[in-house]
């Protein structure tokens, strides 16, 4: 099945800096990449996606770029403000058996 | 408001009790999910369940049940026989596998 690695598991970094995530997948059919952000207490939250058909999305100050043949994909927060910090995951889904995977997440702090 | 609904937030039980937690949902959703989070090892699943009266078996379904007899409720009982219940318990739901999953704010669940 997929397995889904995540890197590193905490970064901190200080406001305005930018921060970056990285995750890589095993399973080369999976085709649907969310990214999701946790806050202390509370449910993870989606903040963006991207699927295989293409190779970099944005939304803001917040970027994530794919690429298939390496099986791995980022996650790219640019300014970064201290309510950024949270603990981000990252996921990969597989249509052919109906899984998702998550990493084992990252917890960001952004220092005032 | 549309949305995941999970009770209660914190919930305590002795060893070798069942305890049942809820997980309700108003988004029209056929797709609904149970995930334990522990701290350093992401998301993993429990149960899914892609449509009523249907549910599938994630990586760690021993020790649980569920049922899914109406589109929005999806119950999860932690028997006696999970060897190590205490965890923080996340229901999700989505249109399926390859879009947005919501979640629920989380159980936090102590067996003492």
């Known amino acids: 099945g997929e397995n889904v690695e995540q890197h590193p598991s905490t970064l901190s970094v200080q406001e305005g800096d930018s921060a970056v995530i990285k995750c890589t997948y095993s399973d080369s059919a999976s085709n649907y990449f969310p990214w999701y952000k946790q806050e202390l207490g509370k449910g993870p939250q989606l903040i963006i996606d991207i699927r295989s058909n293409v190779g970099e999305k944005k939304d803001q100050r917040i970027a994530v770029t794919l690429n298939k043949t390496a099986k791995h994909f980022s996650l790219h927060i640019t300014e970064t403000q201290p309510e950024d910090s949270a603990v981000y995951f990252c996921?990969?889904?597989?249509?052919?058996?109906?899984?998702?995977?998550f990493g084992a997440g990252t917890r960001l702090t952004v220092k005032p | 408001d549309g949305g995941i609904t999970q009770s209660p937030k914190y919930l305590f039980r002795k060893e070798g009790q069942n305890v049942t937690l809820s997980c309700e949902q108003n988004?029209?959703?056929?797709?609904m999910y149970w995930y334990r989070q522990d701290p350093g090892q992401g998301l993993r699943l429990i149960y899914y369940s892609q449509i009523v009266n249907d549910f599938q078996k994630g990586d760690i379904a021993e020790g649980y049940s569920v049922s899914r007899e109406k589109k929005e409720s999806f119950p999860l009982t932690v028997t006696s026989a999970q060897k190590n219940p205490t965890a923080f318990y996340l229901c999700a739901s989505s249109i399926d596998r390859y879009t947005e999953a919501f979640f629920g704010q989380g159980t936090r669940l102590t067996v003492v």
């Open positions: 988004l029209n959703h056929d797709a």
């Open positions: 996921a990969a889904s597989n249509p052919n058996n109906n899984d998702m995977r």
